[in-house]
Nanobody, 119 residues
Framework: QVQLVESGGGLVQAGGSLRLSCAASGGSFANYLMGWFRQAPGKERELVARINWNIATTYYADSVKGRFTISRDNAKNTVYLQMNSLKPEDTAVYYC????????????WGQGTQVTVSS
């Protein structure tokens, strides 16, 4: 059973940085897409960044492009989201998620970690 555990959230001032980690277990992730989503109060969950575990190609939402970087460490089975130049509008619960390459839906989710950016 795939399990995802996030860590690294917290409170930071605008312009600051945080790094989120997602420890993955329960299988080989070579055929998975790993995504970071976020959900702010009253808003829908949105995909922030995604990485193909095997070939490390990436995707970023326009709102975070140039500020956030997604990466993975094969040895540690961990996916990271480095967040720089944080803005108050980045405040949300951030979730790590995974899906197989051939599936349309993300069907594995972590518990979420709160990121709060103060102005």
């Amino acid at each position: 059973q795939v399990q995802l555990v996030e860590s690294g959230g917290g409170l930071v001032q605008a312009g600051g940085s945080l790094r989120l980690s997602c420890a993955a277990s329960g299988g080989s992730f070579a055929n998975y897409l790993m995504g970071w989503f976020r959900q702010a109060p009253g808003k829908e969950r949105e995909l922030v960044a995604r990485i193909n575990w095997n070939i490390a190609t990436t995707y970023y939402a326009d709102s975070v492009k140039g500020r956030f970087t997604i990466s993975r460490d094969n040895a540690k089975n961990t996916v990271y989201l480095q967040m720089n130049s944080l803005k108050p509008e980045d405040t949300a619960v951030y979730y790590c998620s995974a899906r197989l390459l051939f599936q349309a839906e993300y069907n594995y989710w972590g518990q979420g970690t709160q990121v709060t950016v103060s102005s």
